[in-house]
C-alpha cells in the first residue's frame, strides 16, 4: 500500500507555510510517516475484524519504508507465507468429529473432512497435534500426494552412495490465506481504509502545520 499526497493537501500546505515554504518539506515528511503508521494499525484492525486471525501475526508482516524530504511517499509492504490454519479460529479433533476450523470472522467453524480421500475410499479427517515444538492442524495425504512425496524424497537419494530412502509419514499441515491477501484485499480491507486515511493525512497536516507557527511565535 502506497500512501500518497492529494493535490489539495499540498495546496493546503502552500497557503498555510507560504511565508516559511522551506518548511514544507519537512512538514509534509513528517505528515505522511505518522499517517502511514495509523494506516498500519487501521488495515491491521480491518483485516482483523473481517478474519478469524490472531493478532501477533500483522506486526511482523507489515513494514513501512518512510517517506524523505527528497521522497515524499510512504510504502506499506506487507509479506508473508500462507498462515497455518491453527492460527486461526480453530477446536481440535474430538471423537469422530474432525478438527474445525473458520477463516472469516463472520463464517462458522467447519469440519475439516476429505471426502472418500484414501485409497479405501475413507474420509480423511483434519486433526490438531504438535509436530516438534509446532502445534497445528494436519491431515493425512491422500494416495496422489503421497506418490508425489515419496517421489521427491526418492529424487533427493538417488545417486548418493549407500543412502536408503526411507517412507515418509504422509501427513500435511493445512494453511490458509497469507496476510498480504488479507490486507490487501480491495474488497473486503482498502476500500474500508482509504477513507481513514485521507482523514488522517488532513488531521495529521493541522498538527505539523501548528507545529511550525507555535516555533515562529
Do not use: C, W
Amino acid at each position: 500500500m502506497i500512501i500518497e499526497v492529494p493535490q489539495d493537501i499540498i495546496d493546503r500546505l502552500d497557503d498555510r507555510l507560504k511565508t516559511m515554504p522551506e518548511r514544507a518539506p519537512e512538514v509534509l515528511r513528517k505528515t505522511i510517516n505518522d499517517t502511514a503508521k495509523s494506516a498500519r494499525r487501521e488495515v491491521a484492525r480491518q483485516a482483523q475484524d473481517q478474519y478469524a486471525v490472531k493478532a501477533g501475526a500483522f506486526n511482523k508482516a507489515m513494514k513501512i519504508e518512510n517517506a524523505t524530504q527528497r521522497y515524499l511517499q510512504a510504502t506499506i509492504h506487507t509479506e508473508g507465507r500462507p498462515l497455518p490454519l491453527y492460527g486461526f479460529k480453530a477446536r481440535k479433533n474430538m471423537g469422530m468429529t474432525a478438527a474445525k476450523a473458520k477463516v472469516l470472522s463472520q463464517g462458522s467453524l467447519k469440519e475439516l473432512i476429505l471426502k472418500n480421500g484414501d485409497s479405501n475410499g475413507k474420509d480423511l479427517k483434519a486433526f490438531v497435534t504438535k509436530a516438534g515444538k509446532h502445534v497445528g492442524i494436519f491431515q493425512r495425504m491422500n494416495p496422489d500426494e503421497k506418490r508425489k512425496q515419496q517421489s521427491y524424497f526418492d529424487s533427493l537419494a538417488k545417486g548418493e552412495k549407500g543412502k536408503k530412502t526411507t517412507k515418509r509419514n504422509a501427513i500435511k499441515q493445512l494453511y490458509s490465506v497469507s496476510i498480504p491477501q488479507m490486507a490487501g484485499s480491495e474488497k473486503r480491507v482498502y476500500s474500508q481504509v482509504h477513507p481513514v486515511i485521507m482523514e488522517e493525512l488532513h488531521r495529521r497536516l493541522e498538527e505539523h502545520i501548528a507545529e511550525v507557527m507555535e516555533g515562529m511565535r
